[in-house]
């Protein structure tokens, strides 16, 4: 008799822990985790990537063009397609080319909302893009600006752009900016 009590009750406790749950019915799930590497850097990557934006808006060839508002007051926007180059030089070999546009967000005309994908079309990169999404106070030294993600060899892509401007025409408006761009990706 004892023994039989025993056998019911472990029967109780494996019925309790072990089956009841698996009868629980449940949705399809809305949303799933998938267990992670044990460490991170066995599939994530460190890329630097350094380039020069060179944003021409005036003569025959502009590669940024205003579609909205005014030129440097706020709500300004314009569309760009902008060469980035190995080089500080216009005639610097191209790498790939910033397309997206930017909208003067503050009121007193200081910050630009940048959306823009750089589209690379040099070396292993060729084919891929990161995505920014940023602000980007233009008359600081150092902007920084998030890569919020990318395509290609830059699936998952996560960091910061920093932009420094290295020419600004004031006459023309045309500028070119140095891009320190840290990504980790898979
Ligand atoms: C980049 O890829 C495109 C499309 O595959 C190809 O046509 C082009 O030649 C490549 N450029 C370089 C520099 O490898």
Redesign the pocket.
Known sequence: MASFMTCSTLFTLIFIFLITPSLIVTDAKFSEQFPGPKANHDVEKMSHLHFYFHDIVSGKHPTAISVAGRKNEFGGTAIIDDPLTEGVKHGSKVVGRAQGMYSMSSLDASSLLMVMNFEF???KY??SSLSVLGRNPFLETVREMPVVGGSGLFRFARGYALAKTVHYNVGTGDAVVEYNVFVMHH
């Open positions: 079309t040099e070396g060729n084919g």
